[in-house]
Structure formats: C-alpha cells, structure tokens
C-alpha cells in the first residue's frame, strides 16, 4: 500500500530538516512524501530543495494557516493511507511506517494510531510529556479523551467519505477531525502500543495560557458543530487528562 506523509511547514528552517530525515529514513519504501510549506522566508525552503529528489511533492505559497496547508497536502496525495508529520515532529524509529501499514492491513481497520512523547526542543532524547494513548471505546471522547493527531493514520477513502479539516477552526480542526471521524462516523481503529512520534514541546495549542483558552472553546465547538452530546464538563476532563502525562516518563 501507498503511504502519503504530509509536512505542513512555515519558518521552520531550526527543525524541518529532523522531519525531512525521519521520513525518507523510514524502511518502508511505498512513500509518497509531500510538504506544503507556507512560503518561508527564513530557509526553511532552501532546506527542502536540498531533499527534494526524495520528496514526491512540494509547494511553497502562502496560506491560511495550518489545516488549509494540511488540506492542499490532502488534495495533493494519491496514497492509500494518510499521515501527518509537522516541521516540529519525527518519527520515533525507522519501523514506524511498516507498523502502520501493518496493523491497518492486518487488522483490516480504518485508521490507527499510536503513543507520544512530548520532547525538549533542543533534546529530542529528553522527554517533558508521555502521551500514552489506549483503544477506543464508546465514551472515551466524553470522558476527555483522544488520540495523539500526529500518530493518527486513516485511509484516504475515510476523507474522502467524511471530508477534510475544517478550516473554521484555528487550534483544534485536528481534534474536531478525529472526533468526527471516530466519535460521530464511527470508523475503525486500532491502537499501537508503541512510541510512534515525537513532538517538541510549545507549539501553537499548548504554547499559553491564551491559546489553551482558545483551544478549549474550539473543543467546544467541535461538538456542537457536529450535534454531539458533550460539554464543558467534557472539556475540562480533557484538559486535566493531561497532567498524568508529565509524571510519566516511559
């Protein structure tokens, strides 16, 4: 099967090289890597030139934010299985694109996905956060739950029935995805026991107090916007589902 890996870039010339590298470094060979940068002025461009013999497709133009750059890497791919890497994020290991494939095709599901570890900019050997994720059952979503997005792998054929991400949305389209996909349409999942993706600790939805604030009333929304049975309870559980994360290390 064909997996498409899509990077959303922007002036990410410290740590899109990392992303880069542990794309085209993965074993599995059936990959169509695509990297929809927002027109980058500070070398994150340059960087991706030097890789592109081994990127299938990329653009550099401006755009509305993330999740329309995410949509144009959507539009773009012809994979049988999607993914997402941001410029911040690697791979854990070099196996993580054969598990994927695996678990999807073995278990004949929709989409799977993974563990997390929240890493120190600089160090990406030291962990700050351990998102461990668990299997899906009826009432995670409203107990605060939700899998980590950047482990999120779902065939293309599941966009293309339920649509994309909603660009309304500024923080939390990833978790309004996810919430629309396995919550309200019910496709199926499987859980990989394993570190699938690290992620620098301090992007957009976690980087303040404001921004955490608007993420929770964009968690709000999500529901609503999809006639959902959830509330600020709902949220607040999400929220404080977090603080376990930052005492476990492995």
């Known amino acids: ?8 870039a922007f002036n990410n010339c410290d740590t899109v090289e990392d992303s880069i590298r542990s794309v085209i470094n993965q074993k599995y060979e059936n990959i169509e890597y695509i990297v929809v940068d927002g027109g980058s002025s500070d070398g994150t461009v340059e960087i991706v030139k030097e890789y592109q013999g081994k990127i299938a497709k990329w653009i550099s133009e401006s755009d509305k934010g993330i999740y329309h750059a995410l949509n144009k890497g959507l539009k773009m791919s012809t ?46 050997d030291k962990i700050v956060r351990y998102w461990k994720s668990r299997p899906y059952s ?25 649509g994309f991400f909603n660009t309304d949305f500024k923080i939390a389209s990833d978790y309004e995805l996810m919430l629309r996909f396995i919550e309200k349409n019910k496709i199926s999942t499987h859980y990989i026991p394993e570190v699938l993706v690290k992620m620098r600790a301090g ?48």
Request: charged share 25%; net charge neutral; with cysteine.
């Open 138 to 162: 009826e009432g995670l979503f409203q107990n605060g739950w939700m899998p980590p997005h950047p482990t999120f792998f779902v065939r293309k054929e599941v966009y293309e029935r339920h």
């Open 1 to 8: 099967m064909k997996v498409s890996i899509i990077t959303a």
């Open 203 to 250: 992007g957009t939805s976690n980087g303040s107090l404001k921004n955490l604030f608007i993420k929770s009333s964009e968690d709000y929304k999500a529901w609503k916007v999809n006639n959902l049975d959830g509330g600020l309870y709902t949220i607040l559980l999400k929220n404080l589902s977090k603080l376990p994360q930052f005492f476990k290390r492995g």
């Open 79 to 124: 994979g049988d299985i999607i993914g997402f890497l941001h410029a911040d994020d690697l791979y854990a290991n070099d196996m993580v694109i054969d598990w994927v494939v695996s678990r999807i095709v073995n278990c004949d599901t929709e989409g799977c996905y993974g563990d997390l570890l929240y890493v120190n900019k600089k160090n990406t």
